[in-house]
RNA sequence: UCCUCGAUAGCUCAACGGUAGAGCAACCGGCUGUUAACCGGUAGGUUGCAGGUUCGAAUCCUGCUCGAGGAGCCA
């Protein structure tokens, strides 16, 4: 397929002068009697173009008959255009009418988050929440990037599953041939075996929760990218996810400034970010959270105001480490200071964006491992393949997982996690 | 599951016990440079559902449905 044929608005600038076929819908038209200005959108950008009625009577009157998100085709000479947001205009010479739309719902006025909701796959049309989407795009392909230059592989988990993999929080049911199995929540475990086998892995899919949380911080399905690594240890840990975050921020900042001009980012607090994120331990935030006059029990699991408390001191990413034992998850490696901790961090984003990494080294000793399994009150017959890994050539190894909707709506600077996925699965929503 | 808020024209909202209204969208007309263009006109309603109070209910009361924000839970 020879998509020469015709540009990409994106890349008008370089064309000025020539006359190009762009092909698109119809964003908006305006018109003062003899002159008038068609708004065309084709996914990666949006194009002011300019017909006069002295010009070209009869494009001029098929023009008006344009609708709101019709597609067509137009033909045109590139002209630079100071008084254009772009830079660049477009001077009509031709026309083609691919599909007159149908008056469309979504105008250009203010809508309310039910309707855009109900519309979903029309409101991912609209310049901010296609410029979410390409953000997205890149922040997972600067995810693979990354790990792949680290000589990570690609190992992906299943998403259908027999147990839970951490026993914690709540899992959709489903029929498996009429045996129960779970969607996944984690491909943790997993990465574990494959990472025995690989040496570095990674995987990167949807996981569900099924918990009836309602807030902006939460969906039902999201995706998260999990990594794993033998041999690595809490801080070969910890430095790996820092170069991860910094990453991808530095990279939507290299690519994304349009983007983010659009959504009206501030940008300089994602230039901000650097290199190391400060690092917390759980009881120095303890204290923190009780000096800034929020009492907390040292013991008790943070909330959501008190991770953005936390967040609020610092402007990168910060690691909170060495979490009470008790309410991380069974596999985290004790602290051989102070088991009453692990070796574990989450990283809390800036701004009030929530935790968007939960990391650790992992537990290598056969026995311990079986021993927290059981005090965590799970199916030890269920985990013996698990506990396999580290009967036969355990060694010390790490890893974690980063949310990607969280991580995006942070670099996007907006309200809410369901305007960072295409379509989102929120608590009372699955349609469409 | 709990707390708070909301539901009126296609959309965003107003009217708060006394004739249901505006802006935008749609439709018709006007205007050479507009940036959510603007100007004039037309049409558009079982006020979420079911009861109740009242001479009279969009408005007050009760229940329900749907949704939003938050808490808990969780990432």
């Given at each position: 397929m020879n998509l020469l044929r015709w540009v990409l608005i994106k890349n008008l600038k370089s064309h000025a002068g020539e006359e190009v076929e762009i092909r698109g819908w119809l964003y908006n038209q305006r018109s003062s009697g003899k002159v008038r200005f068609l708004i065309l959108r084709d996914g990666t950008g949006l194009v002011q173009c300019v017909l006069t009625k002295e010009e070209a009577p009869g494009l001029f009157d098929l023009a008006g008959e344009i609708t709101q998100e019709s597609s067509l085709k137009l033909t045109g000479t590139v002209r630079e255009e100071p008084r254009a947001p772009m830079g660049v205009e477009l001077s009509v010479t031709g026309i083609e009418l691919i599909s007159r739309a149908e008056?469309?719902?979504?105008?250009l006025k203010d809508h309310g988050v039910d309707f855009l909701a109900d519309r979903r796959h029309l409101w991912i049309r609209s310049p901010r929440q296609a410029a979410i989407l390409r953000i997205r795009s890149t922040v997972e392909q600067a995810c693979r990037d990354f790990l792949n230059s680290r000589d990570f592989v690609l190992a992906d988990a299943p998403i259908?599953?027999?147990?839970?993999?951490?026993?914690?929080s709540t899992l959709f049911e489903i029929n498996y041939h009429d045996s129960r199995a779970y969607l996944s929540q984690s491909g943790q475990l997993y990465n574990e075996a494959t990472a025995m086998a690989l040496g570095r892995v990674y995987c990167f899919g949807p996981t569900f929760r099924a918990e009836k949380s309602k807030t902006r911080?939460?969906?039902?399905e999201f995706w998260m990218l999990e990594a794993e690594a033998a041999f690595l240890d809490y801080e070969d840990n910890i430095k790996l996810q820092e170069d991860l975050v910094y990453h991808l921020v530095q990279t939507v900042l290299e690519r994304h400034r349009d983007d983010l001009r659009l959504l009206k980012r501030d940008i300089s607090k994602l230039e901000a970010v650097s290199l190391p994120f400060p690092r917390l331990s759980y009881t120095e935030a303890v204290s923190l959270l009780n000096e800034k006059g929020h009492s907390f029990q040292w013991g008790d699991d943070f909330g959501a105001p008190d991770e953005t408390v936390i967040s609020e001191s610092y402007s990168s990413p910060v690691f909170v480490h060495r979490f009470p034992a008790k309410i991380k998850a069974f596999y985290m490696e004790p602290?051989?200071?102070?088991?009453?901790?692990?070796?574990g961090a989450d990283l809390i984003a800036p701004e009030g964006y929530g935790e968007i990494i939960g990391g650790s080294q992992r537990i290598s000793d056969l026995s311990l491992l079986e021993r927290k399994i059981k005090e965590h009150n799970l199916p030890v017959d269920q985990f013996q393949w698990y506990l396999d890994l580290r009967r036969f050539g355990s060694v010390p190894h790490s890893g974690f997982g980063l949310g990607i909707e969280r991580t995006v709506a942070w670099i996007c600077g907006?309200?809410?996690?369901?305007?960072?996925?295409p379509f989102p699965r929120t608590l009372y929503r699955m349609h469409p």
């Amino acid at each position: 397929m020879n998509l020469l044929r015709w540009v990409l608005i994106k890349n008008l600038k370089s064309h000025a002068g020539e006359e190009v076929e762009i092909r698109g819908w119809l964003y908006n038209q305006r018109s003062s009697g003899k002159v008038r200005f068609l708004i065309l959108r084709d996914g990666t950008g949006l194009v002011q173009c300019v017909l006069t009625k002295e010009e070209a009577p009869g494009l001029f009157d098929l023009a008006g008959e344009i609708t709101q998100e019709s597609s067509l085709k137009l033909t045109g000479t590139v002209r630079e255009e100071p008084r254009a947001p772009m830079g660049v205009e477009l001077s009509v010479t031709g026309i083609e009418l691919i599909s007159r739309a149908e008056p469309y719902p979504i105008t250009l006025k203010d809508h309310g988050v039910d309707f855009l909701a109900d519309r979903r796959h029309l409101w991912i049309r609209s310049p901010r929440q296609a410029a979410i989407l390409r953000i997205r795009s890149t922040v997972e392909q600067a995810c693979r990037d990354f790990l792949n230059s680290r000589d990570f592989v690609l190992a992906d988990a299943p998403i259908i599953t027999p147990n839970a993999c951490e026993g914690t929080s709540t899992l959709f049911e489903i029929n498996y041939h009429d045996s129960r199995a779970y969607l996944s929540q984690s491909g943790q475990l997993y990465n574990e075996a494959t990472a025995m086998a690989l040496g570095r892995v990674y995987c990167f899919g949807p996981t569900f929760r099924a918990e009836k949380s309602k807030t902006r911080r939460h969906l039902m399905e999201f995706w998260m990218l999990e990594a794993e690594a033998a041999f690595l240890d809490y801080e070969d840990n910890i430095k790996l996810q820092e170069d991860l975050v910094y990453h991808l921020v530095q990279t939507v900042l290299e690519r994304h400034r349009d983007d983010l001009r659009l959504l009206k980012r501030d940008i300089s607090k994602l230039e901000a970010v650097s290199l190391p994120f400060p690092r917390l331990s759980y009881t120095e935030a303890v204290s923190l959270l009780n000096e800034k006059g929020h009492s907390f029990q040292w013991g008790d699991d943070f909330g959501a105001p008190d991770e953005t408390v936390i967040s609020e001191s610092y402007s990168s990413p910060v690691f909170v480490h060495r979490f009470p034992a008790k309410i991380k998850a069974f596999y985290m490696e004790p602290d051989p200071k102070n088991p009453e901790v692990i070796l574990g961090a989450d990283l809390i984003a800036p701004e009030g964006y929530g935790e968007i990494i939960g990391g650790s080294q992992r537990i290598s000793d056969l026995s311990l491992l079986e021993r927290k399994i059981k005090e965590h009150n799970l199916p030890v017959d269920q985990f013996q393949w698990y506990l396999d890994l580290r009967r036969f050539g355990s060694v010390p190894h790490s890893g974690f997982g980063l949310g990607i909707e969280r991580t995006v709506a942070w670099i996007c600077g907006i309200e809410h996690v369901r305007e960072s996925i295409p379509f989102p699965r929120t608590l009372y929503r699955m349609h469409p």
